[in-house]
């Protein structure tokens, strides 16, 4: 089993669409869990950051954490057009230093 | 702007060559990364510096060899590109030396013909 299983889509939904993008882990060690944007042919740009269990929102994105379930989800509510990228998940913790990543989910917001 | 950049952003060599890449970061970090993205997008660490002290040397084929002069500072050399090294290369710094909250840089495309 992977440490990071995350479904790679492609998720095309239209403008407007509640998006949600998840992840499951394997390592019950992870505590710190990130979610990345990546535009195509740009680097990895950091969107939410959350330790431990519970919820976070920032302006439409919503990042949750359920270490019980070992699964983390981000939600994007009213998507638009300029959410088009692929998402990636990471998280790492204990005495892993490393961030592991999820291979990324691609996702199209149609106008 | 405060920002990780890295030079070049596209390199086209032939087999066996060796070249480099370099990172810089000016949002006073102290720790600095790489990583590699294959053609699937999986991004694998390959290796992570703390104030120039090495602290994440990945399963890397020793033809990789990074640098770091300073802690703004960190470079990639790669002796006898192969064909398999091609890939997108991307530096990426944070605080600290547990990995949260990474910043990327723009990536280093690697094409070897």
């Known amino acids: 089993q992977k440490e990071v299983e995350q479904d790679p889509g492609p998720l095309s939904v239209p403008e407007g669409a509640i998006v949600s993008l998840n992840c499951t882990y394997s390592?019950?060690?992870?505590?710190?869990f990130m979610w990345y944007r990546q535009y195509s042919r740009k680097g990895p740009e950091l969107l939410m950051y959350?330790?431990?269990?519970g919820n976070k929102e920032d302006g439409r994105f919503t990042a949750q954490v359920d270490k019980s379930s070992k699964y983390i989800s981000l939600f994007i509510r009213d998507s638009q057009p300029s959410d088009s990228a692929t998402y990636l998940c990471a998280m790492n913790g204990g005495s892993n230093y490393k961030l592991t990543f999820g291979k990324g989910t691609l996702l199209t917001v149609n106008p | 702007d405060t920002a990780v950049s890295q030079t070049p952003k596209y390199l086209v060599t032939q087999m066996g060559n060796d070249k480099s890449i370099k990172c810089e970061q000016n949002?006073?970090?102290?720790?600095m990364y790489w990583y590699k993205q294959d053609s699937k997008k999986f991004l694998k660490i390959m290796f992570s510096?703390?104030?120039?002290?090495?602290?994440i040397n990945e399963t890397v084929p020793n033809r990789f060899s990074p640098k770091s002069p300073d802690k703004a500072h960190l470079n990639l050399h790669i002796n006898s590109l192969e064909l398999g090294d091609s890939a997108v290369y991307f530096c990426?710094?944070?605080?600290?030396?547990?990995?949260?909250?990474?910043?990327f840089g723009p990536g280093t495309r690697l094409t070897v013909l």
């Open positions: 390592n019950s060690a992870f505590q710190y």
């Open positions: 949002l006073g970090h102290d720790t």
């Open positions: 990426a710094s944070s605080q600290g030396t547990r990995g949260n909250e990474q910043f």
């Open positions: 510096y703390n104030n120039k002290e090495l602290i």
């Open positions: 959350t330790y431990s269990s």
